[in-house]
């Protein structure tokens, strides 16, 4: 009996440790980079959403950022596009001021561009609906300088 009660202590303390550890990260994040051609200047996309949904409404977070060596470099134009992705059954999603993307209810976008800076960044938060599993974010960075031009995109899974 003595053995018993250690075994299932144990257990208590095992499933416990798993759940605490599955709460204390919350968020589905992503980043990418790539270098414009020809220049030392690293674009790089991230994404960030929220991972436990609750209540119909999730956070996100986007931005494109222009660096070299670490710092801020201003290039001539840098956008950010941010999909906002609602999977599930009958999953849809809104966004203020998202359009829908091919048509479909559970993917909206928006899109911001600034000139000579080094950031373009979104956030906010979406609506969701019917069956949803997760939400997800895809944020989208481009760049030019000096005509030089990339992209990049990464998804926040």
Known sequence: MKNRSKALAGAVLTVGLIVAGATSAQAFS???S???PGTNINLQANAWSQSVLSGGRADFATSS???VNGSAKSVATIKNTATIEARGVNASISVPGGVSVGGSAS???LSWT???AWISDLGGTASYSGLT???HANS???AVHQGVKNYVDVWSW
């Open 133 to 135: 599993v997760s939400v």
């Open 34 to 36: 790539v270098t414009l």
């Open 65 to 67: 950022k222009a660096t």
């Open 30 to 32: 992503g980043s990418r």
């Open 140 to 142: 989208a960075a481009f």
């Open 107 to 109: 993917a909206k976008s």
């Open 114 to 116: 600034n000139n000579n």
